[in-house]
Nanobody, 124 residues
Framework: QVQLVESGGGLVQAGGSLRLSCSAS????????MGWFRQTPGKEREFVAA????????YYADSLKGRFTISRDNAKNTVYLQMNNLKAEDTAVYYC?????????????????WGQGTQVTVSS
């Protein structure tokens, strides 16, 4: 089992940047493909980005390509989400998740472990 803790959220002005971190404990994160999802009140949790266990492959929601970058440092058991040129519509709770499924990385149902989330608020 792996425990995930997100950090780095906060309040930022539109056009600004934030870097979210997801720290894993319990088992080494290198065993897992990792994903970021986000959720706003009344809406389903949506896929943001994912990265393969070794970092060789990355995946993004089409609407976020070019602004968000996912990366990982397995030596630090940490996954990152760099978010640039933030917009008001990026306001959400961002969740980190882990899976060993090796498929369906854009599908929340394929992820077994989840963090508690970190709030990102973008003011316009």
């Amino acid at each position: 089992q792996v425990q995930l803790v997100e950090s780095g959220g906060g309040l930022v002005q539109a056009g600004g940047s934030l870097r979210l971190s997801c720290s894993a404990s319990g088992r080494t994160v290198s065993n897992y493909d990792m994903g970021w999802f986000r959720q706003t009140p009344g809406k389903e949790r949506e896929f943001v980005a994912a990265i393969s266990w070794n970092g060789d492959s990355t995946y993004y929601a089409d609407s976020l390509k070019g602004r968000f970058t996912i990366s990982r440092d397995n030596a630090k058991n940490t996954v990152y989400l760099q978010m640039n040129n933030l917009k008001a519509e990026d306001t959400a709770v961002y969740y980190c998740a882990a899976t060993t499924s090796r498929r369906g990385l854009d599908k929340r149902n394929f992820y077994r472990f989840w963090g508690q989330g970190t709030q990102v608020t973008v003011s316009s």
